[in-house]
């Protein structure tokens, strides 16, 4: 495949982004008392992630993985082998993991360090093997010649990592791209500070690097989402042409990387619900089987959640909008569809006069043609000055990819700012782009308009979902709580 994407004339991310992705390493340690604790939650993690993993489809994003765990002694529980389509053996290493009692003798931290290093070396000694046994004319594991490891450990991470530095520092750690100490969080060993990263090197080409999070599923899921991002590094990804603060004709070229927020649903082979294409209106209808002289059943959006408007990130939208009116159809009878029209104005009104967006689930017509995962379409309703809202699909919480974005403390070069200051009086970028019809635009018009700004902001500035407190983060579709400040009265 080319792309990720089924339209080659999108922008989106080419198969050759991701063809220099490391092999993976898991070496988990399960000595007790500790693995009592964490058992659960690393085993959780992995099945909902490898469920994700082995079912994406577009191109490869984990080559080869390998899982290790470190309890009275140290077992390969699985030597490479490829994810995608090879879920059943990798649930079966998973139960494998699991079944390792979480209690009995403890051998001692310097021991389990050992077995760690142990594990390391034991690891790209298999990865050489393994490159070496399948590279010859395949010109696709050639290009996956780099490894990285990943360890799980509930002890001190600082102890680990200098550990581990002093005992590999002789050893020929060729393939080996880098390696990541995460220090789960226990009752025994809370952390300070979690989800802290620590760099170091090994040596030249590797990275060393200290990870803490918290006893959660969650935070063990995006440990391991981080493996789907692309890996290359090779070269930028974008180059961003500003106009020249000069009369030159040679635009100022700002070079950057791009980042997926999320995993598209179109590379899931999951159930109609999940809401994976999002072209036209037709997409938005419920998958049913009708005549071809009937008309489709309309579709239903169940309010789960009413959200404050600057609580809605921008980063976990995705798909084309739609603009929803009061319907106008015509098997209505008058007096229904003037209760509805009014009922529809009022919730414009209410949305728009207290800021709040409405979070929807799609309500299937029949509960079993979910299949009983429970994997159903979010959407986020938003409201406008004229008689419309806006519908956007949402993703839920289990598509989120990784994504760390500090704030930061240090103010720009002069020189570079002196740079930019123009664009804000560039001729060319005076107009307003209006997401949705302004209040001085016809209610009827559905396009986007160009015009001078509102006199209020029709939607909430673009916001990154980041890691810092500050930031104020969208909720999570899959889990929701009832709060009385945040309902609705019509």
Not at 231 to 251: A, F, K, M, N, V
Not at 299 to 317: N, P, T
Request: aromatic share 4%; hydrophobic share 35%.
């Amino acid at each position: 495949r080319s792309t990720a994407s089924s339209n080659s004339g999108n922008f989106a991310f080419c198969s050759s982004s991701f063809r220099r992705q490391p092999a993976r390493v898991l070496i988990v340690e399960a000595l007790p008392p500790c693995w009592s604790e964490t058992c659960t939650v690393i085993c959780d993690a992995l099945d909902n992630f490898l469920s994700l993993a082995c079912s994406l489809d577009g191109p490869c994003r984990i080559p080869l993985l390998s899982l290790y765990a470190i309890s009275r002694q140290q077992e390969c529980l699985l030597p490479f082998a490829q994810v995608r389509g090879n879920l059943a053996r990798l649930h079966s290493c998973v139960e494998e993991l699991r079944s390792i009692p979480g209690e009995g003798c403890v051998r001692g931290a310097a021991r389990g360090g050992e077995l760690l290093r142990q594990a390391v070396l034991d690891s790209l000694q298999q990865f050489k093997q393994y490159i070496r046994h399948t590279s010859t004319g395949n010109q696709a594991n050639s290009n996956n010649t780099s490894v990285e490891v990943t360890v799980v450990t509930s002890q001190p991470g600082k102890g680990i990592v200098h550990h581990l530095e002093t005992g590999l520092k002789d050893a020929d750690l060729v393939p080996l791209k880098r390696l990541l100490v995460v220090q789960i969080g226990t009752s025994s060993s809370a952390l300070e500070t979690p989800t802290v990263m620590d760099s170091c090197c090994l040596m030249l080409g590797t990275e060393v690097d200290l990870q803490r999070v918290e006893n959660s599923v969650a935070a063990m899921e995006t440990v391991l989402k981080a493996w789907l991002q692309e890996q290359g590094g090779d070269r930028e990804h974008l180059h961003l042409l500003l106009p020249s603060p000069t009369d030159s004709l040679i635009p100022v070229c700002v070079k950057c990387d791009m980042q997926e927020r999320l995993i598209s649903p179109a590379l899931l082979p999951l159930t109609p619900n999940l809401g994976v294409k999002t072209e036209s209106a037709l997409d938005f209808l419920p998958v049913t089987k009708v005549s071809a002289n009937q008309s489709p059943a309309p579709q239903r959006l169940k309010v789960i959640k009413v959200l404050h408007a600057d609580g809605v990130c921008e980063s976990v939208l995705y798909g084309l909008p739609l603009v929803i009116r009061p319907t106008t159809c015509w098997q209505l009878d008058w007096d229904e569809m003037e209760a509805n029209h009014n009922l529809f104005h009022a919730l414009c009104h209410i949305l728009r006069s207290r800021d709040l967006f409405l979070l929807l689930q799609v309500e299937p017509a029949q509960r079993s043609t979910a299949g009983g995962s429970g994997v159903y379409s979010h959407y986020v309703l938003q409201p406008s000055p004229s008689l419309s809202l806006l519908l956007k699909p949402v993703v839920s919480r289990e598509l989120l990819l990784p994504c760390s974005l500090p704030i930061s403390t240090q103010d720009p070069s002069p020189d570079a700012v002196q740079t930019g200051r123009h664009l804000g009086t560039h001729s060319k970028v005076r107009a307003t782009v209006a997401p949705m019809p302004s209040s001085s635009s016809h209610p009827s018009s559905s396009s986007s308009s160009l015009g001078p700004p509102p006199a209020k902001a029709l939607r909430p500035a673009l916001t990154l979902l980041g890691s810092s407190s500050g930031s104020r983060r969208a909720p999570a579709p899959s889990r929701h709580k009832e709060d009385d400040d945040d309902s609705m009265v019509l």
